[in-house]
């Protein structure tokens, strides 16, 4: 073992030196480790997520939770088709929902853009064209300046989403032209004969279809068929529910019930 002082010194020097090195190193790395970003999750995790979320869509907190995955998919991804419709698809229902007048409006503001980035990125498919004029129809229902507007807008995106796929979310493109056409001035091409034709196609592809019957009921009213409407509303009452479409079920139960009350009261038939 070497006894020169001055080697011992500066043996110990250097040893220190590379200690305070390794910790250095050591501390650094685990600085570097916290200031990092956290890693985005792939955009098909996302978008699970998101349809997780939306599932549960009857507590509208969810579909905003889900709104705001699908942003930041596609604030790094522009060109996701897959997050473009459903974003149209959740402000959709976001804006048929909410309470707040505000929210309503931005939701089927976001859900008209999206729906036509949709459209942009895959013309042929339906989900772009479906809820482009699903959502024009919720704008419409606000203004009755849009909605006279939006008429046109609305037909040509139903018609092609029939084009494309007519049994797409079973016949309900025929099903929303049945409603334009019940719910539109005669002036600008409201006809009850036209909605009913429609919603008699759309049942060819939506025999579970629940909201897709309610409209025929209210067709059938329209054109003095209130028999016809009956039978409708009792089988669309002895229909179980469809586990994606549980919150669709309750609303066109009770608006089924309600057409009873309103509609057809005066009617010899039964009632429920």
Same mark, same amino acid.
């Given at each position: 073992?070497?006894?020169?002082?001055?080697?011992?010194?500066?043996?110990?020097?250097?040893?220190?030196?590379?200690?305070?090195?390794?910790?250095?190193?050591?501390?650094?790395?685990?600085?570097?480790?916290?200031?990092?970003?956290?890693?985005?999750?792939?955009?098909?995790?996302?978008?699970?997520?998101?349809?997780?979320?939306?599932?549960?869509?009857?507590?509208?907190?969810?579909?905003?939770?889900?709104?705001?995955?699908?942003?930041?998919?596609?604030?790094?991804?522009?060109?996701?088709?897959?997050?473009?419709?459903?974003?149209?698809?959740?402000?959709?229902?976001?804006?048929?929902?909410?309470?707040?007048?505000?929210?309503?409006?931005?939701?089927?503001?976001? =859900?008209? *853009? +999206?729906?036509? #980035? %949709?459209?942009?990125?895959?013309?042929?498919?339906?989900?772009?064209?479906?809820?482009?004029? @699903?959502?024009? =129809?919720? *704008? +419409?229902?606000? #203004? %009755?300046?849009?909605?006279?507007?939006?008429?046109?807008?609305?037909?040509?995106?139903?018609? @092609?989403?029939?084009?494309?796929?007519?049994?797409?979310?079973?016949?309900?493109?025929?099903?929303?032209?049945?409603?334009?056409?019940?719910?539109?001035?005669?002036?600008?091409?409201?006809?009850?004969?036209?909605?009913?034709?429609?919603?008699?196609?759309?049942?060819?592809?939506?025999?579970?279809?629940?909201?897709?019957?309610?409209?025929?009921?209210?067709?059938?009213?329209?054109?003095?068929?209130?028999?016809?409407?009956?039978?409708?509303?009792?089988?669309?009452?002895?229909?179980?529910?469809?586990?994606?479409?549980?919150?669709?079920?309750?609303?066109?139960?009770?608006?089924?019930?309600?057409?009873?009350?309103?509609?057809?009261?005066?009617?010899?038939?039964?009632?429920?």
């Amino acid at each position: 073992m070497n006894k020169n002082p001055k080697v011992r010194a500066l043996s110990i020097c250097l040893l220190s030196a590379l200690l305070c090195a390794f910790a250095s190193c050591g501390q650094s790395a685990k600085q570097q480790q916290q200031q990092a970003p956290s890693p985005t999750p792939p955009p098909a995790d996302s978008i699970a997520q998101a349809d997780k979320l939306y599932s549960q869509r009857e507590d509208l907190t969810h579909v905003r939770e889900a709104i705001v995955l699908l942003r930041q998919v596609r604030a790094n991804d522009q060109n996701n088709y897959e997050a473009a419709w459903r974003l149209a698809k959740f402000n959709y229902y976001l804006g048929s929902h909410t309470q707040d007048q505000s929210e309503r409006d931005r939701s089927f503001h976001e =859900g008209i *853009e +999206a729906a036509r #980035s %949709a459209v942009k990125l895959q013309d042929n498919k339906p989900e772009g064209h479906f809820w482009l004029g @699903a959502n024009y =129809g919720g *704008e +419409a229902e606000q #203004s %009755a300046l849009a909605g006279l507007a939006s008429i046109d807008d609305i037909r040509n995106e139903m018609d @092609a989403v029939i084009r494309i796929d007519e049994g797409y979310q079973s016949g309900s493109a025929h099903m929303v032209l049945c409603q334009l056409y019940l719910e539109a001035p005669k002036i600008v091409g409201g006809d009850p004969a036209l909605a009913l034709q429609e919603c008699e196609k759309g049942l060819k592809f939506g025999q579970t279809n629940v909201l897709l019957r309610l409209h025929l009921a209210e067709a059938y009213i329209a054109n003095k068929r209130p028999e016809d409407a009956r039978k409708q509303i009792d089988q669309l009452m002895q229909m179980k529910p469809n586990p994606d479409f549980v919150p669709e079920y309750h609303e066109a139960v009770a608006q089924a019930q309600e057409l009873l009350k309103t509609k057809l009261q005066t009617s010899g038939a039964s009632q429920r």
